[in-house]
């Protein structure tokens, strides 16, 4: 069955960086778009990065463009977040999910994790 499992997260300072990592199985990870989405304490949840299933393409919610970079490894079925320059606002559940297609679309998942806390505090 598919498996989503979300590790990297923790207490960062403002500025600060954190890596995400999602480790996939389950399905033919090379074959699906992937992206990551957050929930922060009361509010919805929010699409943050999306890729093309080769890596080819990458999207960003306006919030973190510039700051957070999206990446992938298919040989080792990994999904990756690279976390810099870190604000408070960016505290929340981090959730790796996966696309039903190639392609993402900000809302479209069909299976996600269970997510990794990132904190941000000075």
């Known amino acids: 069955q598919v498996q989503l499992v979300e590790s990297g997260g923790g207490l960062a300072q403002p500025g600060g960086s954190l890596r995400l990592s999602c480790a996939a199985s389950g399905f033919t990870f090379s074959s699906y778009g992937m992206s990551w989405a957050r929930q922060a304490p009361g509010k919805g949840l929010e699409w943050v990065s999306g890729i093309y299933s080769d890596g080819s393409d990458t999207y960003y919610a306006d919030s973190v463009k510039g700051r957070f970079t999206i990446s992938r490894d298919n040989a080792k079925n990994t999904l990756y977040l690279q976390m810099n320059s870190l604000k408070l606002e960016d505290t929340a559940l981090y959730y790796c999910?996966?696309?039903?297609?190639?392609?993402?679309?900000?809302?479209?998942?069909?299976?996600w994790g269970q997510g990794t806390q990132v904190t941000v505090s000075s």
């Open positions: 999910a996966k696309s039903p297609r190639p392609w993402v679309r900000r809302g479209e998942y069909d299976y």
